[in-house]
């Protein structure tokens, strides 16, 4: 394995990305084992992989939550902190045929330019399409189309102040699975602009983060505030990546339907972690 850390986080995403194809090409009695079966055999290899080459640095992974570190406030106190989402669209891996699910490695660090603290380097790997994107080399963004905005979605969950704002923005609803793959599709340029208000937690968004600001394109929380990693609550309630172009519109028409929703009494950003907690891989 290497030194560089952009090129080890490329490196063990793609390589658990073949651990779970592996696992997905085999008979398994139930869905939900099978879910469980890819949740433990990639958060297994990518801990024991980040243990033998980065020894001195810290975990936060979903299927943990920080155990790797010893203690959250280790993790806290760490100068480097690996987020990964060892199998993140456990849903899609386990239907056959979908390819929107993912694996995700971020480095989190301390630096002189950053001495709080940001992510330098990560990789989102998509198996199921044979493609691995990462700060290693970040993709260059096709050129948009001309058919209108598309906004990709939840498709279990598509909630209802995104289906508002796609109505004011005259944009098209894209239901994909996993946020990782949602993000990938910005990446890819499937799609426009992913935009989600309804919670998550770091590690859905840490490696997709880190490769899309590698990549030029715009991600904040959808206040237009920066969006911050290595939290000693991991729960993040919302975020925006998009174009950077498209980026003063999507707000501007957020803070409209925002103020439409408090007028009437309602509410945009309603994270329902405990919800958000057995339903996280249909994020």
Same mark, same amino acid.
């Given at each position: 394995? =290497? ?6 986080? #490329? ?28 949740? $433990? +055999? ?14 001195? @640095? ?6 943990? #939550? ?18 990964? @989402?060892?199998?993140?669209?456990? *849903? ?7 390819? %929107? ?8 660090? $301390? ?6 603290? %940001? ?8 198996? /199921? ?20 905005? $598309? ?5 279990? $969950?598509?909630?209802?102040? &995104? ?28 799609? %426009? ?11 859905? =968004? ?5 490769? &899309?600001?590698?990549?030029?394109? #715009? ?6 505030? +920066?969006? =911050? ?28 339907? @925002?103020?439409?929703? /408090? ?8 994270? @329902?972690?405990? +919800?958000? *907690? ?6």
């Amino acid at each position: 394995m =290497t030194s560089d850390d952009h090129a080890l986080a #490329h490196e063990l995403a793609t390589a658990a990305g073949r651990v779970l194809l592996n696992l997905r090409a085999q008979p398994h009695p139930t869905t939900k084992e099978l879910r469980d079966a890819g949740d $433990r +055999a990639a958060h297994e290899f990518l801990v024991a992989a980040l243990a033998e080459h980065r020894p001195d @640095d810290a975990v936060l992974s979903e299927e943990s #939550h920080g155990d790797e570190a010893g203690t959250p406030a280790s993790r806290l106190r760490s100068r480097r902190v690996w987020i990964v @989402d060892p199998l993140d669209g456990t *849903r899609e891996f386990a239907e056959a045929g979908r390819y %929107d699910w993912a694996v995700h490695v971020a480095l989190w660090a $301390r630096t002189e330019g950053a001495p709080n603290g %940001d992510l330098v380097a990560g990789a989102v790997a998509l198996p /199921a399409q044979g493609v691995t994107l990462s700060t290693l080399d970040p993709p260059r963004l096709p050129t948009a189309g001309s058919d209108g905005m $598309r906004i990709t979605v939840s498709r279990t $969950r598509p909630p209802a102040f &995104v289906e508002r704002l796609a109505e004011s923005l005259d944009a098209t609803l894209v239901p994909l699975g996993s946020a990782g793959a949602k993000i990938a599709a910005v990446l890819q340029g499937k799609v %426009d602009a992913y935009v989600h208000a309804g919670g998550q937690y770091e590690w859905d =968004t840490a490696a997709p983060v880190a490769v &899309v600001r590698a990549a030029g394109l #715009h991600a904040s929380r959808i206040d237009g505030s +920066a969006v =911050t990693y290595n939290h000693e609550d991991p729960t993040l309630p919302d975020i925006l990546v998009c174009r950077s172009s498209l980026a003063p519109r999507l707000l501007a028409g957020i803070r409209a339907v @925002d103020d439409d929703a /408090a007028g009437a009494g309602g509410k945009v950003v309603s994270p @329902d972690h405990d +919800a958000e *907690r057995e339903s996280r891989h249909a994020s």
